[in-house]
């Protein structure tokens, strides 16, 4: 078969062995990124091999997986706080950091404030219900024996305001999607959940209508939060 390209090209339409001067090279990585990605990598890793587990707590069956270790060290502390950082960052980049952390009572308050000081944003707590001063929104979930309630004190977010959510670990995400929810009722931008495990095989992310990431995964079903 011949090669006709060379006599049909154009201007417009160049040669496929002589691309257009003003097309944009492919992107590439910077090595800043390049760089946060392995460092991410690295975090993960130690955070993962920190954590423990607990067979047939709190019931026969039932693995717990126990993050607590990882606050107890202030080294492992400080890799958490960074890899969530980086998480964002990689995830949104510089221009979409949230400009607020929303996290959940009670774990997503060991580390939100933290990671809000990082990213330069502000950090609101949802709390149970009864446990906030002032006017609030309130939300519903379903937990394993009945229903419960989440609220928000109703001026802690401005309208299109850029929000996360976070907690220590997404199992059936019940709790975080009503979160979620108070977010958008108080005409927050919601752009995403940051969470430090998921316990993959209870698919709580399904429940989410907004990008789910997070750092580590279990892989063993019958897994606990802790």
Known sequence: MTDTTSAHSTSGHPPRNHPDATEAPPKRLSASSTSGSSELAHLKMSLHRSLRQYPDFPAPGILFEDILPIFSDHLLHKSLIRALELQVTDSYGQTQIPDIVVGLEARGFLFGPSLALALGAGFVPVRKQGKLPGATETAAFQKEYGEDFFQIQNDAIKPDQRVIVVDDIIATGGS???????????????????????????????????????????????????
């Open 176 to 226: 975080a999607a009503a979160a979620g929810s108070l977010v958008k009722k108080l005409g927050g931008n919601l752009i995403g959940y940051l969470f430090i495990l998921e316990l993959d095989f209870l698919k709580g992310r399904d429940k989410l209508d907004a990008p789910v990431h997070t750092l580590l995964s279990s892989q063993e079903e019958g897994t606990s939060k802790t």
